[in-house]
């Protein structure tokens, strides 16, 4: 099985980064979850992290960054309704697994 040798917050960056010309560093996309880091002109690399970013990245984001769903889902509800992708809160609550 291939480790990657980056964390998950880098794996995130890199997702959101691809699409966009300003890149995000994955110290300031998790300053943004715990509130060191304003979300504001990051919204667009945000709106991506949440639809772009897979779940199996997701959820070591929040694990290695010891981010609650709460912490999150506070980020998530701060994009337009047009930006939220609604898997997203499949997959912090879990339902995904109930599924499958």
Known sequence: MFTPKITAAEAAA???NVSLKRSIDADTLV????GTHAPGSWMPHL???FSDVPDAILKKFMA???????DMLNV???????MQHK??????????????
């Open 31 to 34: 300053g943004i979850f715990k």
């Open 64 to 70: 290695q960054n010891e981010l609650s769903p709460n």
């Open 47 to 49: 709106a991506l992290f």
């Open 14 to 16: 890199i997702s959101v």
């Open 87 to 100: 898997h997203f809160l499949e997959v912090v609550y879990g339902r995904m697994e109930e599924a499958v």
């Open 76 to 82: 998530f509800y701060k994009l337009s309704p047009a």
